[in-house]
């Protein structure tokens, strides 16, 4: 399955995070994860959100230069090992990996693996066949309800 | 002292004579051209007509629109046959303005720049390090036919390269210079940071400073930190390249060559001629051009003459240096820019958005042109790398056009000021 993130062009000043988290939040939208990669003067802002669909057009509208890309999120046993055999197994099909971060799930249990790839198509084929479970919007949308019953 | 006594200290009603008689013979050399007689037809105007100086008024200003519409054969007055040099600009936007020469043309140009660089104490027993680029730029090869007409040992050496510079320098007892100002300035620290001193470790005496405007205190601190003489140049492709202006040994004013030119200084704004010793836009006439003969041309340059003779005795009035521009083109590292320029360039690559922004900034002595381009939002992919490639590909196409390499920077669109109106395309940050 294909989750999507939220890519944001800033320039690499203060208060251009601060317009982002602004919009996010008056327009309730959850933030799963957060990455900043900058080159020198400019980067990018990468956010996985609950809702990439509102959250592309709230930001949109606030003037912000935003794109949806396609990713894909892993599912990881959060454990010594968890994220070394998927890696070995991209590795392995050739797969490069562009970008990837990750969040834990629950605590010693599951972990998720964002990443961005070249090839998101065999990506996908492979790590189905080596039963891997991958999330979708909807499916991250859905994670915290769950995790909050534990408690 | 003199290098042609007679010229140099003319009367000036001799002068003026003399200017009146080559001015006629001008006028009708240029009616030859496909420009100049449409433009004589035009508004009816008999080239015979010229009666007095004065009557130039008679004749609309050329400018530099003109040269560029007429490219490149529309203002020769002789055959492509008897042509033997082109020249180009530096700053073009689109078409690249050319200057043709007869050998004739040549040779007397070479002449002014003899007279110039002799004027400063130049003789045939120095060595002459001419450190501008050959080709079609006139500072290398106008000032290499000058120093060889004169007779002094030549090292051809070319732009950049400081440190072989240096070592030329060294080698071969180098006398006289021939360098930009921001150059002499960024090359001084490469002497400190190899350890030489010029005012020990060389010969050097003499430098003529030209391709871009500078400062006294440029001059000053070009001065001391070299132990010379330093000269400013004046000079641009459309009237030969240099030795149309340069300063004598008094260092108070540039003398221009009136034998040559015929000079007006006028308001940029009405076109009429400016009040004794204010501020204008100089236009000047070639008086003995053979294959191209230009007419009323606006410099764009800005600029008051100086009355009152010099003491070192010549005739030919003083100009100060260029104070300005009357049009939005840079000088930067000796190279002309118009900022269309970049206009021109970034609208044609994909991705960049609408409007742009220059800032020059002088970092130490050496001078930065940093490009702010907003990037287009439909462009976005969300890819570092994409924006890194657009960042590349903005840098590679500027060089080839500008021939420097800017400091470009992605910014958000929307995020620069409007280019619609009398936008803010350029923040010159340099001080001295």
Not at chain 1, 3 to 13: D, G, H, P, T, V
Not at chain 1, 77 to 91: C, N, R, S, T, V
Request: proline content about 4%; overall charge negative.
């Amino acid at each position: 399955m294909i989750a999507y993130q939220l890519s944001i062009f800033a320039e690499n000043k203060p208060g251009r995070l601060a317009k982002v988290t602004s919009v996010l939040a008056r327009e309730k939208i959850n933030i799963r994860a957060i990455t900043i990669a900058s080159s020198d003067a400019f980067g990018v802002i990468n956010i996985l959100a609950d809702d990439p669909e509102a959250a592309r057009k709230a930001l949109g509208d606030a003037g912000l230069t935003v794109s949806l890309k396609p990713v894909i999120a892993v599912v990881i046993p959060d454990k010594p090992g968890g994220l070394d055999k998927l890696i070995q197994l991209l590795a392995g099909q050739d797969i490069n990996i562009e970008n990837a971060y990750g969040f834990v799930l629950e605590s010693w249990e599951k972990a998720v693996f964002v990443i961005e790839v070249d090839q998101i198509d065999k990506t996908q084929h492979v790590l189905k066949a080596s039963k891997f479970e991958t999330l979708d919007a909807s499916a991250l949308a859905s994670i915290e309800p769950f995790h909050y019953m534990k408690y | 002292m003199y290098w042609d006594e007679d010229v140099e200290k003319i009367d000036r009603n001799e002068l003026e004579k003399r200017q009146l008689q080559d001015l006629k013979a001008s006028v009708k050399k240029a009616s030859l051209s496909v420009f100049y007689k449409e433009r004589f037809r035009k508004i009816d105007f008999d080239p015979d007509s010229i009666r007095s100086l004065e009557d130039i008024n008679k004749i609309p200003f050329t400018t530099k629109d003109d040269l560029r519409e007429y490219w490149p054969y529309g203002f020769l007055s002789v055959q492509k046959d008897d042509l033997v040099r082109m020249h180009s600009s530096s700053g073009t936007t689109g078409r690249a303005t050319v200057i043709f020469h007869t050998r004739g043309d040549l040779e007397a140009w070479t002449d002014m720049v003899a007279r110039s660089m002799y004027m400063t104490g130049m003789r045939k027993s120095d060595v002459f390090q001419n450190m501008m680029t050959y080709g079609l730029f006139t500072g290398g090869l106008g000032f290499h036919y000058g120093a060889e007409k004169i007779g002094a040992l030549i090292i051809p050496a070319g732009a950049g390269n400081s440190k072989r510079q240096i070592q030329l320098m060294r080698d071969f007892e180098t006398t006289v210079i021939h360098i930009i100002p921001s150059y002499a300035l960024h090359l001084s620290e490469v002497f400190e940071e190899a350890g030489v001193d010029p005012r020990r470790d060389t010969k050097l005496s003499i430098a003529f400073l030209g391709a871009e405007p500078h400062s006294e205190k440029t001059r000053i601190k070009v001065e001391e930190f070299y132990g010379l003489k330093a000269y400013n140049s004046y000079g641009l492709s459309e009237m030969n390249g240099p030795g149309v202006a340069f300063e004598c040994p008094f260092q108070q004013g540039m003398h221009i060559w009136e034998d040559n030119f015929l000079v007006e200084l006028v308001d940029p704004r009405t076109l009429e001629p400016v009040a004794e010793g204010e501020e204008g836009e100089l236009v000047l006439t070639t008086l003995r051009r053979q294959g191209m003969p230009i007419l009323r041309y606006r410099t764009k340059d800005l600029t008051c003459i100086i009355n009152g003779t010099c003491e070192c005795g010549r005739t030919h009035r003083r100009i100060e240096r260029i104070t300005g521009r009357t049009d939005d083109m840079l000088i930067i590292k000796g190279v002309n820019i118009f900022p269309v320029q970049v206009e021109k360039k970034l609208m044609g690559i994909p991705g960049v958005g609408m409007n742009f922004l220059i800032i020059l900034e002088r970092e130490g002595y050496n001078d930065h042109m940093i490009v702010k381009v907003e990037v287009q939002k439909e462009f976005f992919s969300g890819d570092l790398k994409q924006l890194e490639n657009l960042r590349r590909k903005i840098t590679e196409e500027l060089k080839s056009d500008i021939l420097i390499t800017p400091k470009v920077e992605l910014v958000e669109p929307s995020s620069l000021p409007k280019s619609e109106g009398k936008a803010v395309r350029v923040i010159d940050n340099r001080k001295d």
